[in-house]
């Protein structure tokens, strides 16, 4: 008998979990102290930035669970020369299951910006975390994220 109790609890439990996960899960799902961690390891990251957001604004409709923003930038500090004094980045085409889930950000929100290099020597946007989960996240904590203003 206690195995069928036994069986019958396992059963719920799967079929909990599984209605759980959205119809669109993603495959990996990667917490972004986790993301950054391998990056630094894998020499991802060729630089890093603080900015203050100038604008942000939807680029297309909501669609199912995505609701995708571009994010225009200016350089408060960075950690390399060629750190532009303004960028832009976008967000939200992830599912809800694929993405990190920050609102739209509002002008004058502080964000770290972290970036790769392209294979001609230029650097683009890698990731974008708004300041304070970047201060959780970034397993480097130094200096260059302690202060924002």
Excluded at 87 to 92: L, N, P, R, S, V
Aim: include cysteine.
């Amino acid at each position: 008998m206690k195995l069928r109790a036994l069986s019958i609890y396992i059963a719920a439990c799967a079929a909990t979990a599984s209605a759980a996960v959205p119809a669109k899960a993603c495959r990996v799902f990667e917490l972004p102290e986790s993301k950054l961690t391998r990056a630094y390891a894998e020499e991802v990251i060729a630089a890093r930035a603080v900015v203050r957001v100038e604008n942000a604004q939807y680029i297309r409709e909501s669609s199912n669970d995505t609701h995708p923003y571009r994010v225009r930038t200016a350089l408060v500090r960075g950690t390399h020369d060629n750190v532009p004094d303004s960028d832009t980045f976008e967000a939200g085409w992830g599912s809800a299951a694929c993405d990190y889930g920050f609102a739209k950000p509002e002008p004058g929100d502080i964000y770290a910006l972290y970036y790769w290099r392209r294979a001609d020597g230029s650097l683009a946007v890698w990731m974008a975390l708004p300041i304070d989960e970047a201060r959780l996240s970034d397993p480097r904590g130094d200096t260059l994220l302690r202060s924002s203003r």
